[in-house]
């Protein structure tokens, strides 16, 4: 089986910066895409951020400009940076991968972190 784990959520002021991380583990076959979806309460799950292997990228239209994802390949690892946090960042975060194995893919989601933004 392959687990995304996450970290690096917590409490911060608006105006704040955070960086997530997500690293995946287990039977790892190849790990395509990954990225970051958030949902707050009573809210649907949005996209935040994606990456390829390529390093191609694709944000929320709110988040642009103040976050960036990025990844390390070898470490099947995917960041989030996140600065200039608004109230409105605050929601529970997680970490997804696209995880393939021959012709075979699936959508594997992390346990999700919290983020708190205080205005």
């Known amino acids: 089986q392959v687990q995304l784990v996450e970290s690096g959520g917590g409490l911060v002021q608006a105006g704040g910066s955070l960086i997530l991380t997500c690293a995946a583990s287990?039977?790892?076959?190849?790990?395509?895409?990954m990225g970051w979806y958030r949902q707050a309460p009573g809210k649907h799950r949005e996209l935040v951020a994606t990456?390829?292997?390529?390093?191609?990228?694709d944000y929320g239209d709110s988040v642009k400009g103040r976050f960036t994802v990025s990844r390390d390949n070898a470490k099947n690892t995917v960041y989030l940076e996140m600065n200039s946090l608004k109230p409105e960042d605050t929601a529970v975060y997680y970490c997804?991968?696209?995880?393939?194995?021959?012709?075979?893919?699936?959508?594997?989601w992390g346990q999700g972190t919290q983020v708190t933004v205080s205005s």
């Open positions: 287990g039977n790892i076959f190849r790990i395509n895409a």
């Open positions: 997804n991968a696209a995880h393939s194995r021959g012709s075979y893919e699936s959508n594997i």
């Open positions: 990456i390829t292997r390529g390093a191609r990228t």
